[in-house]
Nanobody, 123 residues
Framework: QVQLVESGGGLVQAGASLRLSCVFSGRTFSAYNMGWFRQAPGKERQLVAVISWSGGGSIYYADSVKGRFTISRDDAKNTVYLQMNSLKPEDTAVYYC???????????????WGQGTQVTVSS
């Protein structure tokens, strides 16, 4: 069974940076597409950034974070990262790490999910 553990959230001021980390265990990490999603109070879960399995070569970002956020993976550490720069108050949400073994990378219904980490950006 895949397990995902996120860390790195917190309270920051607008313009600051944070790096989220997600450690994967239970299966072969390099074979899984990985994604970061977020959900703000009263809103639907949103895809933030996804990266394909190690041999896939695909990365997608939500338009709202392009140029500010960077997703990356380190297969040696079974970890996926989300570097978030120039944070805005509208980035405030619970951020979830997710993993999926199916071919399509850009999807909302990933199979495995972490517990989430809170990111709060004050103005």
């Amino acid at each position: 069974q895949v397990q995902l553990v996120e860390s790195g959230g917190g309270l920051v001021q607008a313009g600051a940076s944070l790096r989220l980390s997600c450690v994967f265990s239970g299966r072969t990490f390099s074979a899984y597409n990985m994604g970061w999603f977020r959900q703000a109070p009263g809103k639907e879960r949103q895809l933030v950034a996804v990266i394909s399995w190690s041999g896939g070569g695909s990365i997608y970002y939500a338009d709202s974070v392009k140029g500010r956020f960077t997703i990356s993976r380190d297969d040696a550490k079974n970890t996926v990262y989300l570097q978030m720069n120039s944070l805005k108050p509208e980035d405030t949400a619970v951020y979830y790490c997710a993993a999926d073994f199916r071919r399509e990378v850009k999807r909302l219904n990933y199979t495995y999910w972490g517990q989430g980490t809170q990111v709060t950006v004050s103005s």
